[in-house]
């Protein structure tokens, strides 16, 4: 008798790495999904290259953005979450996940993070909300690194 317990998986395709699998406890959902993807909900994080993952669309194989993780930017970058949202169950005491995204342009230089409209993810329920901040010291597009010689 094997008594190893089946992990149960979520399978998906995906345009840039082929066929994925993931536990299905990696699966979350976002209520309205993301800006200008409404129609799209379901997402995991995969890694990629620290401190940068993937939140990728389990629905559409060519849905993924490139993430940060939101405490990647320090003390300084603290907003109000959204507890008592009904939409998500967020509690007081809820871990959450936060993650901002990332516009990569082939000029590092001009690589540019949102800090204004975060993803936020109630770990208890696995329901996330991408915020939109009211608050001018988060812009749309920070550049994640300054261009060179930009210290002389």
Do not use: C
């Amino acid at each position: 008798m094997d008594s190893e317990k089946k992990i149960e998986t979520v399978k998906f395709q995906s345009s840039r790495f082929g066929e994925l699998e993931v536990p299905a406890s990696a699966v979350f959902s976002i209520v309205n999904g993301i800006i200008g993807f409404p129609d799209f909900h379901r997402y995991t994080l995969l890694e990629y290259n620290p401190p940068f993952s993937w939140l990728h669309s389990v629905e559409n194989a060519e849905l993924a953005f490139v993430v940060v993780n939101a405490a990647e930017f320090g003390e300084g970058y603290q907003f109000p979450l959204p507890i008592g949202d009904r939409d998500i169950d967020l509690q007081r005491d809820d871990d959450i996940a936060a993650v901002n995204l990332v516009s990569v342009r082939s000029d590092p230089s001009q690589t540019t993070v949102n800090l204004k409209a975060p993803v936020v993810v109630n770990l208890r329920t696995m329901l996330g909300r991408q915020m939109v901040l009211d608050d001018a010291r988060f812009p749309v597009r920070m550049q994640l690194w300054a261009p060179p010689d930009s210290a002389k």
